[in-house]
């Protein structure tokens, strides 16, 4: 019997990570800001804090001041966290006022479910969390138009204390949920909802609902706070147990690779004249680590070449693809290559 155990748990711990539809889960990719750094919000923004996840809060009052800080430990029992806290409270909630962590998930990751189908599967969702307030919040799945939705409540029963939670939705048989590289579903973590997006808890609904009545306000008061750790959604009725936790969690390496599929940071490139090149103008390509999603958005930033022996910033166009970008600059004055202290950015993010 033990043998036969050790064998199924082995066999769970290998399987788990490639199992979780969620990417970052662990929190733990961080390519454009600064792990550990608190960062002021904007009332109706929803930028992504780190890779694959973003935090959107929305203050119709707008006296709020939200701060999330991206990839801290802050003793989280497995990987790092994502931290959302209130300096100045989110006090009388209105009725489309909410707060709430979420990451949008591609077809490609949802499609094994075979949502908006008879054949639809459930998912179980497991996470940490933490709060300075105890209370009820959400998990919500909605498809990438916002017109099904399904939010169910879990209780943060004891305050600044972390703790395990597991909340099992049905699968959607009705409703478009994209399949391939188009964006399918929105899963969100809600501590505070107006009327406006909440609907009724545990079925699935007609409409946009992240909450339902009875969502507690986490950020009633000053600098209170919320964080959420080692997110793993998995097809099925079980989720793992919070001693399993961290096997549905992916190695670094893994996971940052899944996370350049939706973006990724190079820098310039270091050549010298030739290979294409004259003094006034030059081109190339950039090769990317990862496969994107979809054709990349390219930035490039703060380039600059050598001239004359000394530097001269350049902007150049760039044009970017799923495998590669290619580059152009014109108009440039003794081009003697670059000096490889810019940056560009691919983003095919949904």
């Known amino acids: 019997m033990g043998r036969a155990f050790d064998r199924a748990e082995t066999a769970f711990a290998q399987s788990a990570p490639y199992n979780n539809i969620v990417i ?3 929190f733990e990719v961080c390519q454009f800001n600064t792990p550990g750094t608190q ?3 904007t009332t109706g923004g929803g930028p992504y804090l780190q890779d694959q996840w973003q935090i959107l809060y929305v203050h119709g009052a707008n006296t709020a001041v939200m701060k999330a800080t991206p990839a801290i430990a ?4 497995v990987g790092a966290t994502l931290q959302l806290t209130s300096t100045t409270a989110l006090t009388a909630p209105a009725a489309g006022d909410l707060a709430m962590f979420y990451q949008p998930i591609e077809g490609y990751r949802m499609q094994r479910l075979g949502w908006g189908t008879a054949a639809a599967q459930p998912v179980s969702i497991g996470f940490w969390v933490y709060a300075t307030i105890t209370g009820t919040a959400y998990v919500a799945i909605r498809n990438a138009t916002a017109a099904r939705s399904y939010a169910a409540p879990f209780t943060v029963n004891t305050a600044n204390t972390w703790q395990w939670v597991t909340v099992t939705i049905p699968g959607d048989t009705a409703g478009t949920w994209p399949s391939g590289t ?3 579903a929105t ?3 809600c501590f505070v909802a107006g009327a406006t997006y909440q609907i009724a808890a545990n079925t699935w609904t007609a409409g946009n609902g992240i909450s339902a009545s009875g969502n507690t306000n986490f950020f009633a008061t000053n600098n209170n706070l919320v964080y959420i750790a080692g997110v793993v959604m998995v097809q099925g009725n079980e989720a793992p147990s919070s001693a399993q936790a961290l096997y549905g969690l992916r190695l670094y390496a893994e996971e940052l690779q899944l996370c350049q599929r939706y973006y990724e940071i190079g820098t310039e490139p270091y050549l010298w004249l030739g290979g294409g090149f004259t003094s006034t103008s030059g081109y190339g390509s950039l090769q990317f680590q990862v496969t994107k999603r979809t054709a990349a958005t390219m930035t490039a930033t703060s ?3 050598f001239s004359g022996g000394g530097a001269a910033a350049v902007t150049p166009t760039i044009s970017g693809g799923t495998t590669q970008a290619t580059w152009t600059a014109t108009a440039l004055t ?3 290559g670059w000096t490889a202290a810019g940056t560009w950015t691919a ?3 949904m």
């Open 39 to 41: 960062i002021t919000l």
């Open 334 to 336: 003794n081009w003697n």
């Open 303 to 305: 380039w600059t070449y």
């Open 24 to 26: 970052n889960g662990a």
């Open 347 to 349: 983003s095919a993010r």
């Open 74 to 77: 802050n003793g989280a029992p």
């Open 187 to 189: 899963l969100s973590f």
């Open 182 to 184: 188009a964006a399918s």
